[in-house]
């Protein structure tokens, strides 16, 4: 085992915070079998209570500590995409700490990609686990609450400071945003609930099930019960300190003139041509696909943020199912930009 990882494993045993790559965004690492330990996860963000964690695990084999009561689908699910950039929502197991499901009768749980990240779970679990044996590592986005996710250890540090005992450096995250979250936890009769878009699209969901996943807002009711919460599902999310707006590309050129002669500094977020020069302040062009533009999309942002500007003008993006999650992220950071 390497220093690093031998570290980090003490650590997470100890009791203590550990930040680390996925292929979706950093974590923010701390032993799911320890409530104390997942408290400090909830004070280094400021994240509320009931705001429930997303459980990360060296391998399927470990989803009957966490969950029971699994149904034929999430097996399905763990087969074709595990690891990968998946969250199964589940009816959480007993033992499971209150701290990890916000108080919730389920669980959400995946197997990342990353393979610095996959090498520290199954170093953790072969080091005995945490709490009870238990081998898990509850682990949101290492940033604090409702602002932009670090895709980069550098971020991670710039956001936590001092708060987190280790940042296990992978890179930069090659997918950029967080995992597709599918609701398994109802009557299996129902098709399943897409709780938060993300690389796993509906379809490909619908390729292994059979049925097409349905669109649900977490935390509501449907049908005499509550859809769970979720992480990264409240309205204003995902979002920068300065204010943002979303501006249709036939309208992009004209709005950031009238802000530049109105005397107002603007960062402008772009994927079809860059603005005539000298036009903002500040420009990040990204990849006009999805997978490429969020790629990048929370480093531009989190760049454009730190520019000092009076707002940051985003172009907006094509209205296709190819960019779902993309959009979901885009429309939340625009509701949270500029909130104390």
């Not at 707006?245 to 036939?250: F, H, K, M, V, Y």
Request: charged share 15%; proline share 9%; aromatic share 4%.
């Amino acid at each position: 085992m390497i220093p690093d990882l031998a570290h980090a494993v003490a650590l997470l045993q100890a009791g203590e915070l550990v930040a680390f790559p996925t292929e979706t965004v950093y974590g923010l690492g701390a032993d799911a079998a320890n409530p104390l330990a997942v408290a400090k996860i909830f004070a280094a963000k400021g994240r509320p209570a009931d705001h429930p964690l997303i459980v990360h695990l060296p391998g399927a084999g470990h989803l009957d500590q966490w969950a029971h009561d699994i149904p034929l689908a999430a097996w399905e699910l763990a087969e074709a995409f595990w690891p990968g950039p998946l969250t199964l929502i589940l009816k959480r197991a007993p033992g499971v700490p209150d701290a990890v499901t916000g108080g919730q009768d389920t669980v959400g749980v995946r197997v990342p990609a990353h393979p610095l990240a996959l090498e520290l779970l199954r170093a953790y679990a072969q080091a005995g686990g945490g709490a009870q044996g238990w081998c898990g590592i509850a682990a949101p986005s290492a940033n604090r609450f409702g602002r932009i996710s670090p895709t980069e250890a550098a971020h991670v540090r710039e956001e936590l400071g001092s708060s987190v005992a280790l940042v296990l450096d992978g890179g930069a995250c090659p997918v950029g945003i967080e995992s597709t979250i599918i609701d398994l936890s109802g009557d299996p009769a129902l098709p399943p609930g897409l709780l938060r878009p993300g690389h796993i699209t509906p379809g490909q969901i619908e390729c292994v099930l059979g049925i097409l996943p349905e669109m649900r807002v977490a935390g509501e009711g449907r049908e005499g019960r509550d859809t769970p919460r979720v992480s990264g599902s409240l309205n204003a999310h995902y979002a920068p300190t300065t204010p943002m707006r979303l501006i249709d590309p036939a309208r992009l050129l004209d709005f950031i003139n009238a802000l530049r002669h109105s005397g107002r500094r603007c960062g402008v977020l772009c994927h079809t041509q860059p603005p005539h020069a000298g036009m903002p302040h500040v420009w990040r062009m990204l990849p006009a696909d999805p997978e490429g533009y969020a790629r990048g999309l929370y480093a531009a942002l989190r760049a454009l943020d730190q520019a000092g500007t009076d707002l940051i003008v985003v172009e907006n993006i094509p209205l296709s199912a190819a960019w779902l999650a993309v959009a979901d992220r885009l429309q939340r950071a625009a509701c949270g930009a500029g909130a104390a």
